[in-house]
């Protein structure tokens, strides 16, 4: 759990860094948000997008949940790139993105369908993929938006997998996924 709050820590450096090193900042360049899905699942998240210019923007966003609950946990930071292109001007309307995903997990005493995880078993691993995504920045002041957005693409798991009840270590294994991998109803503050 060590190398996991080490490499989480980089993790949040890094988007601190993303947000606070660019180029000059102009008008309507630079925004942060939050997403208030992660937030009803106990999920501390951040982002901050970056205005290439009108029609292009890159997003970074990261999450962390350290929380165990009654013996059960769904611990996990990620992080998750973007690119996007949008139809008007970057931070209103539509827009299309291709994003990538790194996510570092430990399961245990939960059932996950998507991955047959058992409630039995814990699960310590990491996943990575990407996909694309479509999402709407709606307009809502000159400073706040509300943007909602979806993806679907794919992951590679790489996980242990222990047998709680015997603290028996089954072995190393990986699972592919093709599915949802982005869903987003987030608060924007656009930095002028």
């Known amino acids: 759990m060590y190398l996991n709050i080490v490499r989480m820590s980089k993790v949040w450096l890094g988007l601190l860094l993303f947000i606070c090193v660019f180029p000059a900042v102009d008008a309507q360049r630079i925004a942060v ?16 997008e ?35 292109y949008w139809l008007l001007e970057s931070f209103n309307g539509h827009f299309f993105g291709v994003h990538a995903m790194y996510l570092d997990y430990d399961v245990s005493r939960l059932e996950v369908s998507m991955m047959d995880f058992s409630r039995r078993n814990q699960y310590v691993g990491t996943a990575y993929g990407g996909g694309v995504s479509y999402g709407y920045s709606l307009y809502v002041t000159p400073r706040f938006n509300i943007e909602f957005t979806a993806g679907i693409g794919y992951l590679n798991f790489e996980y242990d997998k222990t047998v709680i009840r015997k603290s028996i270590a089954e072995g190393r294994f990986t699972k592919n996924y093709f599915g949802p991998t982005k869903l987003g109803i987030s608060v924007i503050y656009i930095i002028k």
């Open 50 to 84: 970056y205005a290439i210019n009108k029609k292009f923007s890159i997003d970074l966003s990261g999450n962390f949940n350290g929380w165990k609950v009654g013996g059960r946990s769904w611990q996990h930071w990620m992080i998750q790139p973007e690119g996007r």
């Open 33 to 48: 948000k939050n997403n208030v899905v992660y937030d009803v699942a106990a999920t501390l998240n951040v982002g901050a």
